[in-house]
């Protein structure tokens, strides 16, 4: 079992930036494919970002690359999602999310087998 704790969320402007941390306990989570999501009021999960389990490989939606970075550290078992250049049509809940795999990543929510609690984050402009 996997236990994934999202943080670093919060209310910024237009243009400043977050950095996402989703820190997970209970397995090691090297071998683990992780994805970001988020959830803006009345809509359904988005994604965002995906990396895979050696931090080497990663992929963006649309709508933010050029603008948000996945990594992650396998020694402190967290994987990082850098915002910069947040725009209001960012504001959602932000998910991380994980399934075991060291070959690939996943795009849909329901790919994953651990999710976080979320962390809010909200852009005005």
């Known amino acids: 079992q996997v236990q994934l704790v999202e943080s670093g969320g919060g209310s910024v402007q237009t243009g400043d930036s977050l950095r996402l941390s989703c820190a997970a306990s209970?397995?090691?989570?090297?071998?683990?494919?992780v994805g970001w999501f988020r959830q803006a009021p009345g809509k359904e999960h988005e994604f965002v970002a995906a990396?895979?389990?050696?931090?080497?490989?990663?992929h963006y939606a649309d709508s933010v690359k050029g603008r948000f970075t996945g990594s992650r550290d396998h020694a402190k078992n967290t994987v990082y999602l850098q915002m910069d250049s947040l725009k209001p049509e960012d504001t959602a809940v932000y998910y991380c999310?994980?399934?075991?795999?060291?070959?690939?990543?996943?795009?849909?929510?329901?790919?994953?087998?651990?999710w976080g609690q979320g962390t809010q984050v909200t852009v005005s402009s």
């Open positions: 990396i895979n389990w050696s931090g080497g490989s990663t």
């Open positions: 209970g397995h090691t989570f090297s071998s683990y494919a």
């Open positions: 999310a994980a399934r075991y795999s060291r070959s690939t990543y996943y795009y849909e929510w329901n790919e994953y087998d651990y």
